[in-house]
C-alpha cells in the first residue's frame, strides 16, 4: 500500500493556531533552513563516505529548470535543502533519514533510516541548535540520505499573503513502516495515509488542505504503487521544475489565482513585485475558457477549487482536466 506520513498541526493550543503556518490542516514535514544546513562540513562528512563532485552534479542536470530559490549556485542548494528537510522530519517527527553505508554499498530507492539512538535527546539538541545534526552524525557514523530525497516541485506564496514561503518539496520512500515515532510539541497526531485517502478525508471535510498540499495530494494519486513513485521521482528530480507561483486575479465574484501554464498567466512575472489583474466584469466561471489551457485555483466565498484542463506540465505529471475542490476556505 502507498503511504506517506503526514503531520496535523496542533489547532487546539490558542496560541500556536494564531503563529501556525497552515494552522489546523494537513502538512508534509519541514520548515525554515538554517546557515548550519549549508555548511562545508557537510561535504567533508559526506566525503568521508565516499561521496564526491560527481555525486553532487548529478542532484541538478546541465540545463535543467531553474528557480530563484536555486539560482545561486543550484548544487549546492540542493545539497542544503536536502539536509534542512531530512532535520526537519526529524525535529517534528523523530524520524532520522540517515545512512552508515558507504558509497558502494548504497543501491535502490529505499531511503535509509536510523533508529538506534536517544530520539528524544537528540531531538531536543538539534531543535534548539540546527549545527547538532552534524554533531548526531559524527557521534553515530552516519550521514544525511540526501540521495534519497528527490526534488519534486518548488512554490511560492502569493505577492499578498501575509507572511510568504518559498518551498521546496523533495519525495522520499521508505520500505518499511519505522518504528519510534516521537512527534514534537508542534504536532497534535502523525498518520501514515494514502493520498486517496486525505483527499476522501478532505471532501469529507474531515481535514484541511490548503493548495499547495492539496496540489501535491492530487499529483501523488497519480501513483498506486510506492516504488513507481520512488523511481519518478527520481528520474525527474534533477531536470527542474518552473515555479508555481500564484498570479492574484480578480474578478467579480472572486479570485482566481493563476499558475504557469494558464492561458492567463502572465509573461515575464515577477515574484518580488505586486502584480494583480482584474477582470471585474466577468465570473470565475466565465473566465473558465475550456478551450484553452487551465492551472488555477479559484477562490469564492464558498471554497477554493483547483482547475486544470489542456494543461500539459513541463517534467512532470499531467493530471489530466479537472475540478477538484479543497476544504478551505480562502488563499492567504
Known amino acids: ?13 490558542k496560541t500556536r493556531s494564531h503563529t501556525a503556518s497552515y494552522s489546523n490542516g494537513v502538512v508534509f514535514p519541514g520548515g525554515v533552513s538554517e546557515e548550519a ?16 563532485q560527481n555525486d553532487f552534479e548529478c542532484l541538478h542536470a546541465t540545463g535543467a529548470l531553474v528557480t530563484p530559490l536555486f539560482a545561486t549556485n543550484p548544487i549546492r542548494r540542493h545539497v542544503a535543502l536536502r539536509i534542512t528537510a531530512i532535520r526537519e522530519t526529524f525535529e517534528e517527527l523523530g524520524l532520522l533519514i ?14 535509509d533510516t536510523i533508529s538506534d539512538i536517544d530520539v528524544k535527546y537528540w531531538q531536543s539538541r538539534v531543535s534548539k541548535d540546527p549545527a547538532e545534526l552534524l554533531t548526531l552524525c559524527r557521534e553515530n557514523n552516519c550521514y544525511p540520505d540526501i540521495w534519497a530525497l528527490h526534488y519534486w516541485s518548488n512554490w511560492l506564496s502569493p505577492y499578498k499573503a501575509r507572511v510568504r514561503f518559498d518551498t521546496a518539496f523533495f519525495v522520499t520512500a521508505l520500505q518499511e513502516k519505522p518504528l519510534g515515532i516521537r512527534a514534537n510539541n508542534e504536532v497534535v497526531k ?3 495515509e ?3 485517502s486525505i483527499l476522501e478525508k478532505n471532501s469529507r471535510k474531515e481535514v484541511q488542505l490548503y493548495p499547495p498540499q ?12 510506492v516504488e513507481k513513485l520512488a523511481q519518478f521521482a527520481k528520474e525527474i528530480s534533477c531536470k527542474g521544475y518552473e515555479l508555481l507561483y500564484p498570479v492574484h486575479l480578480q474578478t467579480k465574484d472572486g479570485v482566481i489565482h493563476l499558475l504557469p501554464g494558464d492561458y492567463s498567466y502572465p509573461s515575464n512575472v515577477d515574484p518580488s513585485n505586486l502584480l494583480v489583474l482584474k477582470e471585474d466584469n466577468k465570473t470565475i466561471l466565465e473566465l473558465r475558457d475550456t478551450s ?16 486544470t484542463h489542456n494543461y500539459i506540465p513541463r517534467n512532470h505529471i499531467n493530471m489530466g482536466d479537472q475540478v477538484l475542490p479543497l476544504n478551505v476556505t480562502t488563499i492567504h
Do not use: I
Open 1 to 13: 500500500m502507498l503511504k506517506y506520513k503526514q503531520t496535523y498541526l496542533n489547532a487546539l493550543d
Open 37 to 52: 544546513d549549508a555548511s562545508e562540513h557537510w561535504l567533508h562528512l559526506l566525503g568521508a563516505f565516499g561521496f564526491g
Open 98 to 111: 540517515c545512512s552508515t553505508k558507504r558509497k558502494e554499498d548504497r543501491c535502490g530507492l529505499w531511503a
Open 190 to 192: 502523525v498518520e501514515w
Open 194 to 196: 494514502t493520498p486517496w
Open 214 to 225: 492539496g496540489y501535491e495530494f492530487r499529483r501523488l494519486s497519480e501513483f498506486s504503487d
Open 292 to 307: 484553452q489551457a487551465l492551472h488555477r485555483f479559484e477562490t469564492s466565498e464558498k471554497e477554493v477549487v483547483l482547475v
